[in-house]
């Protein structure tokens, strides 16, 4: 399976700030995947990053808010925007693995926004 | 929007003991994995079922896939310490095999 590393580990934020997240991934990848995970909550998908395409975003979720790069097949970052408490979260990235649906994560960025 | 129901929510229980986790929809995916997640880790992989009724074992723990791939369960027979943890299944939709849906998770606890 893909290592994967995030930086930050944490972080704690002033609200109206931004951050920026960034995934690294051990070898090549074509899909990346951003996802939120609120306190004792599950997964939700933010966006979907494809190396030289921009990202997809899932209902509820924008560009303005969550900027993302994906500048090659092993590296994206998320920016979360002028953030307010309610951003407090983990933030994951995962990436494909060789099964269809099965996907690999980082160990997250937990988030919390003062 | 395809929804996946896990219960139970939360489960606390001795050592040795056993117990199962379902996951439960209306729809059908393509393929439904298994995750665990430890305080302050991202998920990991247990696991991923791909063919209406296919068991997998993995030491303790026993996987099923449903007939019409609507639904799972995870056993894990005489459970230990180190089992305790988040469990989260998450199916893949047939269209964009890529993309999950996470049901909620199990929080298990596993007494000494």
């Known amino acids: 399976s893909a290592v994967i590393s995030q930086k930050p580990s944490r972080d704690i934020c002033q609200r109206g700030t931004s951050l920026t997240i960034q995934c690294q991934v051990d070898?090549?990848?074509?899909?990346m995947f951003w996802y939120r995970q609120q306190p004792g909550q599950s997964l939700t998908l933010i966006a979907t990053a494809n190396q030289g395409s921009e990202a997809t975003y899932e209902s509820g979720f924008v560009i303005d808010k969550f900027p993302i790069s994906r500048p090659n097949l092993t590296f994206s970052t998320l920016t979360v925007s002028n953030m307010s408490p309610e951003d407090s979260s983990i933030y994951l990235c995962?990436?494909?693995?060789?099964?269809?649906?099965?996907?690999?994560f980082g160990p997250g960025t937990r988030l919390t926004v003062t | 929007t395809q929804l996946l129901e896990q219960s139970p929510q939360f489960l606390s229980i001795q050592e040795g003991e056993n117990l199962t986790v379902y996951c439960n929809s209306s729809s059908v995916f393509s393929s439904l994995q298994w995750y665990r997640q430890e305080p302050g880790e991202g998920p990991v992989l247990l696991v991923t079922v791909v063919t209406g009724g296919e068991v997998k074992k993995l030491k303790r723990l026993t996987f099923q896939f449903g007939d019409a791939r609507k639904d799972s369960s995870l056993h894990i027979t005489a459970a230990q310490p180190g089992d305790t943890g988040l469990y989260l299944c998450a199916g893949a939709h047939g269209g964009s095999n890529y993309k999950l849906t996470f049901g909620k998770g199990t929080l298990l606890t596993v007494n000494p």
């Open positions: 070898s090549q990848v074509t899909m």
């Open positions: 995962s990436v494909e693995g060789p099964v269809g649906g099965e996907q690999y």
